[in-house]
T-cell receptor, first 112, second 118 residues
Framework: AQTVTQSQPEMSVQEAETVTLSCTYDTSESDYYLFWYKQPPSRQMILVIRQEAYKQQNATENRFSVNFQKAAKSFSLKISDSQLGDAAMYFCAYLSGSRLTFGEGTQLTVNP | GAVVSQHPSWVICKSGTSVKIECRSLDFQATTMFWYRQFPKQSLMLMATSNEGSKATYEQGVEKDKFLINHASLTLSTLTVTSAHPEDSSFYIC??????????????FGNGTRLTVT
């Protein structure tokens, strides 16, 4: 079974600074997708960024980028120029077929 | 973009009663929908996978007689919590898989339902 691990229960960053959230996963499959979801206090799950395992190039979405290391099974999220609205719980997730497995989450605080 | 509507957003019910939660895909047909449960400050745990026109597949440890799932159409799945007890109080979230985009089609989430059993 696939497992996803987020080793940082909480992280904080100063506004306008950069922060990196860690995620590792375990799988024996070669075809899968990885995601970062943001869950603000409203509890709505918001897709931040996705990465296809077969792509070597790291995905980027504006201020959000990932460092995907397939051999190491690592998938970290970098948030640049952090904004107050980035404060939320962030979940790393692994998708293979229809099954989406989430990590434990990292609570990000952005300090003004 | 694809929208998934979940209703109600919050519900309070008395112990022993049943409550139904609806999950609708508004602008696409979802052959597969998923139900998750989330306790405060914890991750989302998959409860069951709902396939249109067939029985749901439940995760280990989830009581299928307590959490009844029906997926009668391509746009609607329902989760009924039967004989609810206070320990069933939680946040329930559905997601729908948008087909036609490959093996790993994207998932779209509803806004969730906060259930409180008194």
């Amino acid at each position: 079974a696939q497992t996803v691990t987020q080793s940082q229960p909480e992280m904080s960053v100063q506004e306008a600074e950069t922060v990196t959230l860690s995620c590792t996963y375990d799988t024996s499959e070669s075809d899968y997708y990885l995601f970062w979801y943001k869950q603000p206090p409203s509890r709505q799950m918001i897709l931040v960024i996705r990465q296809e395992a077969y792509k070597q190039q790291n995905a980027t979405e504006n201020r959000f980028s990932v460092n995907f290391q397939k051999a190491a099974k690592s998938f970290s999220l970098k948030i640049s120029d952090s904004q107050l609205g980035d404060a939320a719980m962030y979940f790393c997730a692994y998708l293979s077929g229809s099954r989406l497995t989430f990590g434990e989450g990292t609570q990000l605080t952005v300090n003004p | 973009g694809a929208v998934v509507s979940q209703h109600p957003s919050w519900v309070i019910c008395k112990s022993g009663t049943s409550v139904k939660i609806e999950c609708r895909s508004l602008d696409f047909q979802a052959t597969t929908m998923f139900w998750y449960r989330q306790f405060p400050k914890q991750s989302l745990m998959l409860m069951a996978t709902s396939n249109e026109g067939s029985k749901a597949t439940y995760e280990q440890g989830v009581e299928k007689d307590k959490f009844l799932i029906n997926h009668a159409s391509l746009t609607l799945s329902t989760l009924t919590v039967t004989s609810a007890h206070p320990e069933d109080s939680s946040f329930y979230i559905c997601s729908a898989q948008q087909p036609g985009q490959g093996f790993n089609s994207p998932l779209h989430f509803g806004n969730g339902t906060r259930l409180t059993v008194t």
